[in-house]
């Protein structure tokens, strides 16, 4: 069955150092997407970044990038240079052929940092 | 742009009531999607709607009713919800889940109280 990892309840880091946020997935499926989403407080989940099953390379965007190593099936969550408003919950994603086709997408339990001034 | 509408942003509503949740975005995409979160868990699918058409039911209870006017739009019309239906409630919209590379874009949500 296909799952997500994510083994870190909470988190905290001191501002403006780097922090990974881990996740582990499990699927059988060759063909895969993974995500990572940021929820504040106030709710709204906001996406951060995708990587592809195929994709070579791992993702950047801004100062989040994914640590995709697929033979381990692990897609962390690095974010570099924490700010204060980083403080979130943050949700590890995948999206595949489950049932019901590519339309589902499953998430980890979530990890909460806190960006400690 | 990739904005995601809902209103209202909190509801209470009385076990009694009848009462919608509305969902819009202008991004041109075909699929929309329904999502319940409580406190402290990640969200729940609810329902998908692809090309206006229901096309997963999660096996949500029937006082959940979906409804898709146009590609734009998406409602939830509630009624007799029970206090445990209180959560906060997530649409989400992508260009038309059919590959994994579909990316989810979700609205602020919307808090309800059921008393």
């Known amino acids: 069955a296909q799952k997500i990892t994510q083994t870190q309840p909470g988190m905290f880091v001191q501002e403006k150092e780097a922090v990974t946020l881990d996740c582990t997935y499990d699927t059988s499926d060759p063909s895969y997407g993974l995500f990572w989403y940021k929820q504040p407080s106030s709710g709204e989940m906001i996406f951060l970044i995708y990587q592809g099953s195929y994709d070579q390379q791992n993702a950047t965007e801004g100062r989040y990038s994914l640590n995709f190593q697929k033979a381990r099936k692990s897609a962390n969550l690095v974010i570099s240079a924490s700010q204060l408003g980083d403080s979130a919950m943050y949700f590890c994603?995948?999206?595949?052929?489950?049932?019901?086709?590519?339309?589902?997408?499953?998430f980890g339990a979530g990890t909460r940092l806190a960006v400690h001034p | 742009d990739t904005e995601v509408t809902q209103t209202p942003k909190h509801l209470v509503m009385g076990m009694t009531n009848k009462k919608s949740l509305k969902c819009e975005q202008h991004?041109?995409?075909?699929?929309m999607y329904w999502y319940k979160q409580k406190a402290k868990k990640p969200p729940e699918l609810m329902f998908v709607?692809?090309?206006?058409?229901?096309?997963i039911n999660e096996s949500v209870p029937s006082r959940f009713s979906p409804e898709c006017p146009n590609s734009s739009l998406l409602n939830l019309h509630l009624h007799a919800l029970q206090p445990e239906d209180s959560a906060l409630y997530l649409c989400a919209s992508s260009q038309d889940g059919a590959r994994p590379t579909d990316t989810q874009y979700f609205g602020p949500g919307t808090r309800l109280t059921v008393l």
């Open positions: 994603a995948m999206r595949g052929m489950f049932s019901g086709g590519y339309n589902k997408l499953i």
């Open positions: 709607y692809s090309y206006e058409k229901l096309s």
């Open positions: 991004m041109g995409h075909r699929a």
